[in-house]
T-cell receptor, first 115, second 113 residues
Framework: DADVTQTPRNRITKTGKRIMLECSQTKGHDRMYWYRQDPGLGLRLIYYSFDVKDINKGEISDGYSVSRQAQAKFSLSLESAIPNQTALYFC??????????????FGPGTRLTVL | QQQVKQSPQSLIVQKGGIPIINCAYENTAFDYFPWYQQFPGKGPALLIA?????SEKKEGRFTISFNKSAKQFSLHIMDSQPGDSATYFCAASTTGSQGNLIFGKGTKLSVKP
C-alpha cells in the first residue's frame, strides 16, 4: 500500500462543495484507476487512465471528473458533492505487460462523507 | 453480460473450517479470474488468480476451483484462521489492452476462534 498513497484519508464535506481526492504512486505504472466501494455493492470503476494522455469513463462516472497530471498522479474531483457520493474511494495502479493480466495495486482508500 | 455474481454476501465459520465463496459469470470472453482480499481499513490486495486452462489452482491454504462449462469459480480456504477474517472479492477480465477488472460484490468472512 505504501507505493500507492491517497490524500486525504478521511474527509467530511457539505452538499454542493467541490472536493478533490488525490492519488500518487511510486510503482512506475502507466495505468491508474479510481473506484468507489459501497457496502453490498462491491468495487465499481469510476474512471481509468492508461497513460497521461488517456482518460476513460468507467461504470459510474456521472458526477465525477479526473485529471492525470503526471504518470504518478491521478486526481478525482466531485464538482458539486451530493450525499449519495458518500463512500470509500480507492485508487489503484497496474502495469500491463503486453497481453498478460493486470494485477491491480490499491491505495489505502479515502473515506468521504457528504452531509 | 459484464456482471460477476458473488455469493454469499457474508459467511461465519469456526477456526479450522473450510469457507467456500462462489462466483458466476456470463461473458465467455473473460479469461482471467483473480481473487482480492481486503482487511478492514486497507485497500484490496491480490490473493490468488486462475486462468480457464486449468480447473484448480492452489497457493498455501487458498484454492481456486474453476468450472468453465458452468461459468463458475470458487475460493476455498483450508484450515481457516481468525486472521483470514476479511472481505473477499472475485473478479474477471479479458487480458489485453482494454481488459478492466469486473468485481463481484464481495463476501465478508468472519472466522471465529
Amino acid at each position: 500500500d505504501a507505493d500507492v498513497t491517497q490524500t486525504p484519508r478521511n474527509r467530511i464535506t457539505k452538499t454542493g462543495k467541490r472536493i478533490m481526492l488525490e492519488c500518487s504512486q511510486t510503482k512506475g505504472h502507466d495505468r491508474m484507476y479510481w473506484y468507489r466501494q459501497d457496502p453490498g455493492l462491491g468495487l465499481r470503476l469510476i474512471y481509468y487512465s492508461f497513460d497521461v494522455k488517456d482518460i476513460n469513463k468507467g461504470e459510474i462516472s456521472d458526477g465525477y471528473s479526473v485529471s492525470r497530471q503526471a504518470q504518478a498522479k491521478f486526481s478525482l474531483s466531485l464538482e458539486s458533492a451530493i450525499p449519495n457520493q458518500t463512500a470509500l474511494y480507492f485508487c489503484a495502479t497496474s502495469d500491463w505487460a503486453g497481453g498478460s493480466a493486470d494485477t491491480q495495486y490499491f491505495g489505502p482508500g479515502t473515506r468521504l462523507t457528504v452531509l | 453480460q459484464q456482471q460477476v455474481k458473488q455469493s454469499p454476501q457474508s459467511l461465519i465459520v469456526q477456526k479450522g473450517g473450510i469457507p467456500i465463496i462462489n462466483c458466476a459469470y456470463e461473458n465467455t470472453a473473460f479469461d482471467y479470474f483473480p481473487w482480492y482480499q481486503q482487511f478492514p481499513g486497507k485497500g484490496p490486495a491480490l490473493l490468488i488468480a486462475i486462468r480457464p486452462d486449468v480447473s484448480e489452482k492452489k497457493e498455501g491454504r487458498f484454492t481456486i476451483s474453476f468450472n468453465k462449462s458452468a461459468k463458475q469459480f470458487s475460493l476455498h480456504i483450508m484450515d481457516s484462521q481468525p486472521g483470514d477474517s476479511a472481505t473477499y472479492f472475485c473478479a474477471a477480465s479479458t487480458t489485453g489492452s482494454q481488459g478492466n477488472l469486473i468485481f463481484g460484490k464481495g463476501t465478508k468472512l468472519s472466522v471465529k476462534p
